[in-house]
């Protein structure tokens, strides 16, 4: 008969015990990138104002990763259209987000960056949505910060394969893959 | 000196080309467009307004001449206030600029420019100012739709008309949600 002394114990090893998490390699991405999505602020009008209070200490956003304003596009993640978004700063909007690296989302915070809000005019760009792919919608004129939040944590749901906000994004038949 | 004696002494300066007109203590004085770069030269340096506030035009659509150019003129010394008025006629719409007399002019007429297409004549830089160069309209001439026209200037601007069902702020009366009150929710 053998001995099994020195064969080394394949199922449990004391020092690695608690260091080493299995899991699926886009679960993981997805949750990097979720808990660290640096901001462009593309504050435009007094949805800003909003925007550096939730970035100051009452409101905290560094709580969910986010605290890294870049005033670049390449070093951001979430372009955060804070505003009216005019005719004349359209495309400009535009090009700042063609800038940012993949991969990137937008939120749309306030009802004039959502849908030109009370602006029925001839300047505004009647919602950012016809030149950018939207992520979530932020209502309120302006948002107040815990508003602004929770479309943060929407959109980290999102990143994170939320199965509910998946089917929303389905077209009708194609339900989502739940996780 | 009091704005009726500031509108007097402009008035009798200039001459028949000049009217008075006073509401409310306030005093307006209504210069030809050949007349108002002496008027306002006498205005700064004989009767102490050094201080050019506004300049805002008034689109009189349906009369002749159509639009009106408005003055704001201040004295610091003694916080009078005196109001200049010059029309012009909708074909080919220019006046002369005081852009040399108050600097401020400039973006002021500037915008006159853009927003209700008024030209100034011998202004140094007469480009749009709000708008950008290529849009075709001017948005404040009464024709132009609230909602604005479609426009396109490739790789700088467009626009498109804005939904307005019905008009700006419509809200159907009644009790229920936003959501079927709010005429643009319901298109």
Known sequence: MMTTNTQP??????????????????????????????????????????????????????????????????????????????????????????????????????ACASSGGMYRSYAVLQGIDQLLPVDVYISGCPPRPEALLEGFMKLQRKIDGDPELQQRHQPAGHAAVSR | MSPHDAATKLASKVGSGATIREFRGESTVLLGASDLVTGMLYCRDELGFDLLLDICSVDNSGEDPRFEVVYELCSIADGTHLRIKTVCAEDAPEIPTVSHIWPTANWHEREVFDMMGIRFSDHPDLRRILMWEGYPYHPLRKEFPLAGRESAVEEVAFTAPAPLAGGPFVTAPGSGATDTREPRSRA
């Open chain 1, 9 to 110: 114990e394949l199922a449990y090893d004391s020092k690695i015990e608690g260091n080493v998490i299995f899991t699926q390699l886009d679960a993981a991405m997805n949750w990097m990138r979720k808990n660290s999505l640096w901001p462009m602020p593309m504050g435009l009008a007094c949805c800003a104002i909003e925007l550096m209070a939730a970035a100051s200490s009452r409101f905290d956003i560094s709580r969910f990763g986010a605290e890294v304003m870049r005033f670049s596009p390449r070093q951001s993640d979430v372009m955060i259209v804070a505003g009216t978004v005019t005719y004349k700063m359209a495309y400009a909007v535009k090009r700042i987000y063609d800038q940012m690296a993949e991969p990137k989302w937008v939120i749309a915070m306030g």
